[in-house]
């Protein structure tokens, strides 16, 4: 393995761990995906009629953009829950595990036999994070939570100007628990491997995003206002760009440095004093001639700015590209495909490589022959039986060996 910063001959920070990961949809997902970027064998449990998210972007090779980048790198094995047998085949790859992440609803994992009394009787030294939206028990334990709903409970959905309220662009909820998660579960396993013992984690998306809130964190002391750390778009020379701050500290940075005067006097009406400031920096701002006399403006003033970037223009960003953050993959259909990589880089741990995604049961003999060393005359069983399934293009395609990108930057 080779990366930008030397990372040939090391291994990942958590080759060794094996991960069960029976979620779906996003927020678990993104816990197992940054696991097994961090090296962990990690292997998805997929029900017959597919992760949701198998229908969310652009399709190669019947793997879309969504699943794609929330799955790369796991292993797969398709087992019907629901089926005689495959709650107890669940459990038993459960006892081989070193970490399980669940996020069905509350009480599902106990209508089979596979909740965390359950399984930590059958293994003592299992780690398994239960990610809901509302926690695993109380008023709202029951109730369905995406992303968009939590948001609107954690006062993400806001206006400002009057018009209807809007969802913040990104799936924040479950990306931010999915992160919360990894970290429940890194701090979970230092305390197994030093007692033996593992635990549950119980975590709720609304725990999560209040926890990152800055309006959250601001009401407690009775401070609604956010504009501290707030950044705003102003008009340049340059185009539309965004400041940090709000307009008092913009004004002072600038007249500072740059000479601005505000030309009401004294007493004036503080609305008045603001519209003039907010008029002057503007006409300063818009009379610089090019993109790197904006630059140089503003870092003359202290003032952090950032281009207002989207879609391709991101990933094409020069630090984008110097820092690899975005990586090809194989797509599965004889060409390429781009994902994005873990944003870890660390000095003494490979965390550059990042694996494909897998089709519905593809690793179905393999991982039951790794985990439980089953025969393959079993596995045949298991498949005859109705437990295990194999979806057209994981039967045609044949198993990976947990295969890796070959991180070509892109």
Same mark, same amino acid.
């Given at each position: 393995?080779?990366? $930008?910063?030397?990372?040939?001959? =090391?291994?990942?920070?958590?080759?060794?761990?094996? &991960?069960?990961?029976?979620?779906?949809?996003?927020?678990?997902?993104?816990?197992?995906?940054?696991?097994?970027?961090?090296?962990?064998?990690?292997?998805?449990?997929?029900?017959?009629?597919?992760?949701?998210?198998?229908?969310?972007?652009?399709?190669?090779?019947? @793997?879309?953009? /969504?699943?794609?980048?929330?799955?790369?790198?796991?292993?797969?094995?398709?087992?019907?829950?629901?089926?005689?047998?495959?709650?107890?085949?669940?459990?038993?790859?459960?006892?081989?595990?070193?970490?399980?992440?669940?996020?069905?609803?509350?009480?599902?994992?106990?209508?089979?036999? @596979?909740?965390?009394?359950?399984?930590?009787?059958?293994? *003592?030294?299992?780690?398994?994070?239960?990610?809901?939206?509302?926690?695993?028990?109380? +008023?709202?334990?029951?109730?369905?939570? /995406?992303?968009?709903?939590?948001?609107?409970?954690?006062?993400?959905?806001?206006?400002?100007?009057?018009? *209807?309220?809007?969802?913040?662009?990104?799936?924040?909820?479950?990306?931010?628990?999915?992160? $919360?998660?990894?970290?429940?579960?890194?701090?979970?396993?230092?305390?197994?491997?030093?007692?033996?013992?593992?635990?549950?984690?119980?975590?709720?998306?609304?725990?999560?995003?209040?926890?990152?809130?800055?309006?959250?964190?601001?009401?407690?002391?009775? /401070?609604p206002r956010t504009d501290d750390v707030k950044g705003e778009v102003w008009?340049?020379?340059?185009?539309?760009?965004?400041?940090?701050?709000?307009?008092?500290?913009?004004?002072?940075?600038?007249?500072?440095?740059?000479?601005? $005067?505000?030309?009401? +006097?004294?007493?004036?009406?503080?609305?008045?004093?603001?519209?003039?400031?907010?008029?002057?920096?503007?006409?300063?701002?818009?009379?610089?001639?090019?993109?790197?006399? &904006?630059?140089?403006?503003?870092?003359?003033?202290?003032?952090?700015?950032?281009?207002?970037?989207?879609?391709?223009?991101?990933?094409?960003?020069?630090?984008? =590209?110097?820092?690899?953050?975005?990586?090809?993959?194989?797509? =599965?259909?004889?060409?390429? =495909?781009?994902?994005?990589?873990?944003? /870890?880089?660390?000095?003494?741990?490979?965390?550059?490589?990042?694996? &494909?995604?897998?089709?519905?049961?593809?690793?179905?003999?393999?991982?039951?022959?790794?985990? @439980?060393?089953? +025969?393959?005359?079993?596995?045949?069983?298991?498949?005859?039986?109705?437990?295990? $399934?194999?979806?057209?293009?994981?039967?045609?395609?044949? +198993?990976?060996?947990? *295969?890796?990108?070959?991180?070509?930057?892109?």
């Amino acid at each position: 393995m080779t990366d $930008h910063d030397g990372s040939e001959g =090391r291994r990942p920070p958590l080759e060794g761990v094996r &991960v069960l990961d029976v979620s779906r949809v996003f927020a678990g997902p993104v816990a197992g995906r940054t696991l097994a970027d961090l090296g962990a064998d990690v292997v998805k449990v997929e029900q017959p009629d597919g992760d949701i998210t198998r229908l969310w972007g652009r399709k190669v090779a019947d @793997l879309s953009t /969504y699943f794609t980048q929330q799955n790369c790198g796991k292993r797969n094995v398709c087992i019907d829950l629901r089926s005689d047998g495959g709650a107890e085949l669940i459990g038993r790859l459960a006892e081989r595990a070193d970490v399980l992440i669940e996020n069905f609803r509350p009480g599902v994992m106990a209508r089979h036999g @596979l909740d965390w009394p359950a399984l930590s009787a059958r293994h *003592p030294g299992l780690v398994m994070l239960s990610i809901s939206g509302f926690g695993q028990v109380g +008023p709202d334990a029951q109730r369905a939570a /995406y992303a968009a709903i939590i948001h609107a409970e954690a006062g993400l959905v806001t206006s400002t100007d009057g018009s *209807p309220p809007t969802d913040v662009p990104f799936s924040a909820a479950d990306v931010l628990t999915g992160m $919360h998660g990894v970290i429940g579960v890194l701090a979970a396993l230092r305390v197994r491997d030093a007692t033996g013992v593992g635990q549950h984690i119980d975590l709720a998306m609304l725990d999560a995003m209040a926890f990152s809130s800055d309006t959250i964190i601001a009401s407690l002391d009775g /401070y609604p206002r956010t504009d501290d750390v707030k950044g705003e778009v102003w008009d340049t020379g340059a185009g539309p760009m965004m400041i940090t701050g709000g307009l008092k500290w913009v004004w002072h940075q600038l007249s500072n440095v740059h000479g601005l $005067h505000d030309p009401t +006097p004294a007493g004036a009406d503080i609305a008045e004093k603001i519209a003039a400031r907010r008029r002057i920096a503007t006409e300063f701002l818009c009379a610089l001639p090019d993109r790197q006399s &904006v630059i140089e403006a503003l870092d003359a003033s202290g003032l952090a700015w950032g281009e207002l970037r989207s879609g391709r223009s991101v990933v094409e960003a020069p630090t984008m =590209r110097e820092r690899r953050s975005v990586i090809e993959i194989d797509d =599965r259909a004889g060409s390429r =495909r781009e994902v994005v990589r873990a944003p /870890y880089r660390m000095s003494r741990s490979d965390t550059s490589d990042v694996g &494909v995604a897998a089709h519905r049961g593809e690793h179905n003999g393999e991982v039951l022959a790794d985990w @439980l060393e089953l +025969p393959g005359e079993d596995v045949d069983a298991l498949m005859a039986d109705g437990v295990l $399934h194999l979806d057209e293009w994981a039967a045609a395609a044949g +198993p990976t060996q947990r *295969p890796r990108a070959d991180a070509g930057a892109t």
